[in-house]
């Protein structure tokens, strides 16, 4: 993949990433009352839509249609973060274990993968959607802007 390709790519994911950042699953408001509730979630997703949508000069129709494929990728992927938690307690409940069951080890990680390989596709899916909604010149950018917003990503 050429570089202007794998910035974009990653522009892309960055806005999309921080559309349903794990910041909104797990700490909602500053950390303090525990996850967001779903219409905070989408407030926050608005709002983060709306910034983004300013950097690229996205029209209005666009802004709704990235909000909608944000929304839809936050409602999916919140179950996951459960299910990370739960993988968590067990971890620790078989490390503190009297002796090592190996096995249960194995599944637990093996599940893991899973979890990790379902946000992974679902997140794809969003990333194609948001970058149909964009003209080549916002793809673009996007990705310049979190270039300069977050150092260069790769090594050239």
Same mark, same amino acid.
Request: proline content about 4%; glycine content about 8%.
């Given at each position: 993949?050429?570089?202007?390709?794998?910035?974009?790519?990653?522009?892309?994911?960055?806005?999309?990433?921080?559309?349903?950042?794990?910041? $909104?699953?797990?700490?909602?408001?500053?950390?303090?009352?525990?996850?967001?509730?779903?219409?905070?979630?989408?407030?926050?997703?608005?709002?983060?839509?709306?910034?983004? $949508?300013?950097?690229?000069?996205?029209?209005?129709?666009?802004?709704?249609?990235?909000?909608?494929?944000?929304?839809?990728?936050?409602?999916?992927?919140?179950?996951?973060?459960?299910?990370?938690?739960?993988?968590?307690?067990?971890?620790?409940?078989?490390?503190?274990?009297?002796?090592?069951?190996?096995?249960?080890?194995?599944?637990?990680?093996?599940?893991?993968?899973?979890?990790?390989?379902?946000?992974?596709?679902?997140?794809?899916? $969003?990333?194609?959607?948001?970058?149909?909604?964009?003209?080549?010149?916002?793809?673009?950018?996007?990705?310049?802007?979190?270039?300069?917003?977050?150092?260069?990503?790769?090594?050239?």
């Amino acid at each position: 993949m050429n570089r202007f390709r794998r910035i974009t790519l990653a522009g892309i994911l960055g806005g999309i990433g921080a559309l349903v950042s794990a910041r $909104a699953f797990a700490h909602g408001r500053g950390g303090m009352h525990g996850p967001m509730d779903p219409a905070e979630m989408d407030q926050h997703i608005e709002h983060m839509v709306k910034h983004l $949508a300013v950097e690229i000069n996205a029209t209005p129709e666009q802004q709704q249609k990235l909000a909608a494929i944000a929304k839809d990728a936050a409602k999916d992927l919140a179950p996951l973060r459960g299910q990370a938690m739960e993988t968590r307690r067990q971890a620790l409940e078989l490390l503190s274990a009297p002796n090592v069951d190996r096995a249960a080890m194995e599944k637990l990680r093996a599940a893991k993968i899973q979890h990790a390989d379902n946000a992974s596709r679902r997140l794809t899916r $969003a990333l194609a959607d948001a970058a149909d909604v964009l003209t080549p010149a916002q793809r673009k950018e996007l990705a310049a802007h979190f270039v300069r917003r977050h150092g260069r990503w790769g090594h050239g």
